[in-house]
Nanobody
């Protein structure tokens, strides 16, 4: 089993920055890809950024140039640096990990609120 715990969410003004962190524990050797998803009120959960074991990165078009995903395998951490935040970025952000056996793991989420 794998456990994921997010931190770093909060309230920020538009144009500000936040850095989300996700700590992985348990069967960390099984992790292939890690990513961040978000779910805004009344909307479906969507991919924000993904980082593979390569590492290669993928971003949602709406966050390209503003958000940066990174991972530290030695510390079993994945991060999401979010700059120039906009009110539409308000959502619960979830850490995700995919094992080499293609099993998905999720954290409980951290709330990001961007005020205008």
């Amino acid at each position: 089993q794998l456990q994921l715990v997010e931190s770093g969410g909060g309230l920020v003004q538009a144009g500000g920055s936040l850095r989300l962190s996700c700590a992985a524990s348990g069967s960390i050797f099984s992790i292939s890809d890690m990513g961040w998803y978000r779910q805004a009120p009344g909307k479906q959960r969507e991919l924000v950024a993904l980082i593979t074991s390569g590492p290669n990165t993928t971003y949602a078009d709406s966050v390209k140039g503003r958000f940066t995903i990174s991972r530290n395998n030695d510390k079993n951490m994945v991060y999401l640096q979010m700059n120039n935040l906009k009110p539409e970025n308000t959502a619960v952000y979830y850490c995700n990990a995919v094992s080499y056996g293609f099993k998905n793991y999720w954290g409980e989420g951290t709330l990001v609120t961007v005020s205008s």
